[in-house]
């Protein structure tokens, strides 16, 4: 009796193996056709193997890279390398990740947010559900997100975001005083360090009024001022004592999200600024000219200036441009969306990219 019982539990063990087996090869069977089909058709990836897919050669670009690297290199590094692939390709790492669609173009980019908004990812919102619950204007979409865009949008006004100018010059000062101070001592730093700081600081002045460093607070309204007198322009006076429970949850999500999510991204582009024009001496000698001719040649005066003038900065449009390129260049954001059937990318040379079942990756 219980020899049979043994047989049967393992006659069921194997069998649940055979079909998890078979289920695996049809899965990979089915996955690695779609792409061959679209190889076939002439369509851009990088060498792509019938069985592995691009695994094996993703492994050998990621092999290169350093350990802690961002995902986002794997793309972009096989952009660079393989640029005949063009700003738009397939990559297929099934069963280790999904089958995607890669977008490196301002056309591509375009047509999937602007021209036929595609759905954003799931993954996106698993993503950033630590730290903004499911309730923040990254991963919202329709009506939703035009609902509470629209009670952030005083917060976001270029008129207002002049008007904190000074508080702005007064931390990036410091960040110059302590590059200057490490630059004295002759050592290796991490920019990153120090661009992550001024990036807080900037961001507790304008999101919360308040000195992240410890500094005496100014009365400049803060963007969750802005945005709570919005929200209450169109209600009774003792709404604030009342105030709805969804937006009290929805305005400290996205003060985590402008903390913990928004900084990085700045602060990487500030770093990657310095290094383009520490790379490019004649770049930065344009700068350099343009800034001389705008604030004087006595840099510290700058500050003084900006502050009581924010609308100098309207007058350095090749700096203006130098930062654009680096964003460009080195793109801080990426974001990711569902494909759709019937919903074609269409490159610069009129070839039509399917992207039903695939997670479309915009890298910049």
Known sequence: MALQHHLSITTALWAALMTAVVSFLVKLYEARSAIGRLRQQGLSMPPWNPIFGHLYFCYKVTSRLSRDAHPNYLPDTIRRELPELGPIFYLDTWPIGPQM?????????????????????????????????????????????????????????STYLMSLAGGIVEETEHFCKNLQSLAQDH???????LTDNLTMDVIGRIVMNVHLSSQTQRANKSIIDLVLTSYLSDRSPNSFANMDPTFKTFTMNQIKLFLFSGHDTTSSTVCYIFYALTTKPDILKRVRDEHNSVFGLNPQEAPELITADPYLLNQLPYTLAVIKEVLRLYPAVSGT???????????????????????VWDIG
């Open 101 to 157: 669609l890669v977008v490196a173009s301002t056309r591509g980019l375009y047509q999937i947010t602007q021209e036929h908004s595609l759905p954003k990812h799931p993954r996106l919102k698993h993503f950033l559900n630590p730290i903004a619950g499911g309730l923040d204007l990254v991963t919202m979409e329709g009506a939703l997100w035009k609902k509470w865009r629209g009670i952030f949008n005083p917060g976001f006004s």
């Open 187 to 193: 050592a290796l730093f991490h920019m990153k360090d």
């Open 337 to 359: 969306r569902i494909g759709e059937l019937g919903f074609h990318l269409i490159d610069d040379a009129g070839r039509h990219f399917p992207t039903r079942d695939f997670l």
